[in-house]
């Protein structure tokens, strides 16, 4: 039997074009490392491996071969199901590069090891049956379902599903799922509600939590700054946050 303290445990994450600097990978890299109990092989798949830390090891983005539409989509990571994902094998963790962690990734190894595919429940559609991508944790090549039905059409799987991870969710219709409280999204679940965000910083993530995902705006600088950006004027009368400091105390 394998000594799971022992075991090394391989993490990925993905980062293409502009929005997100090495600065992004790098600190994800260090909060892992604090967060783990266990050797730890981390991976960034990416277009622009300049700045980031020696000690992660970088692969590059595949060749940009489907339509225009797709090149800043989360459709683009559907390479990760393929048969093989050059020298990975076995379970690896995929992190989003904008998010917090809060608390131990070991446990997202632990839980339900059968799994072959294991994600973080979608916050804002609890019981839906849709996974949250910010964090799920995969087994190479037994997910080629999912690849081969996005490669054989891709435009028609983003019009019948608006977006990768229901996409995902449905073409594989049953798997496993971590528990609620482990992941919670930055804007649903921390940010006070309106206009009480006037006046009160966002909340400290509770002790559960061991991810918190910044999807859309702000992002983690930004919202450390009290910035919600916001191109419709009248928008930004409700998305506004003061400073949240606390996130520079895991940020880093």
Known sequence: MTDQNNSLQ????????????????NKLYTMVQRN???PLRFICITDDNSGLIESIETRPMPAF??????????????????????????????L????????????????????????????????????????FRYRIGTLTKIWDRFSSDPVGMRVKYSNSQTFCSRTLGEFAMYPLEWCIGFKT???????LRYFIEPKRPPAKVRVVAFTGKPDMD???????PEKKRIKRFYKFIRPTRWIAEYWK
């Open 96 to 135: 989003d590069v904008d998010l917090l962690v809060t608390g131990s990734i070991d446990d997202f190894f632990d839980y339900k090891p059968e799994a072959n595919y294991i994600v973080s429940e979608n916050w804002t559609q609890p019981g839906a049956g849709i996974g949250n991508m910010s964090v």
């Open 189 to 195: 679940s921390l940010i006070p509600a309106w206009p």
């Open 222 to 228: 930004e919202a450390m700054r009290g910035e919600w």
């Open 65 to 94: 071969e489907l339509p225009d539409i797709f090149r800043y989509s989360g459709f683009r990571r559907m390479f990760l199901f393929k048969e093989s994902l050059y020298d990975l094998t076995g379970d690896v963790l995929h």
């Open 10 to 25: 391989t993490v990925i994450c993905l980062k293409w074009g502009k929005r997100y600097g090495s600065e992004y990978v």
């Open 36 to 38: 783990t109990k266990r």
